[in-house]
């Protein structure tokens, strides 16, 4: 099974790596820059959902 993790807007890719960090911090995950095979898929899990979380409330304000 191929993934496809690639931005479909290149030039996003550093605003989107800024929202990761600030989710992280959001629910206490240590996310660094670098390497994260340390942390949990609960952890990791964690991230995305607050993520998901953050961009469906931006897209509700907006409607």
């Known amino acids: 099974m191929s ?8 030039e ?3 605003g989107l790596n800024k ?3 600030e989710a992280a911090k959001e629910v206490g ?4 820059d670098g390497y994260n ?3 949990t898929s609960r952890e990791n899990g964690s991230v ?5 979380k ?9 409607l």
Do not use: C, H, S
């Open 3 to 10: 993934r496809n993790n690639r931005v479909l807007v290149p």
């Open 12 to 14: 996003a890719k550093a």
């Open 19 to 21: 929202f990761k960090m």
């Open 29 to 32: 995950v240590n996310l660094t």
């Open 37 to 39: 095979g340390d942390l």
């Open 48 to 52: 995305g959902g607050q993520m998901v």
């Open 54 to 62: 953050k961009m469906v409330e931006a897209y509700e304000n907006n």
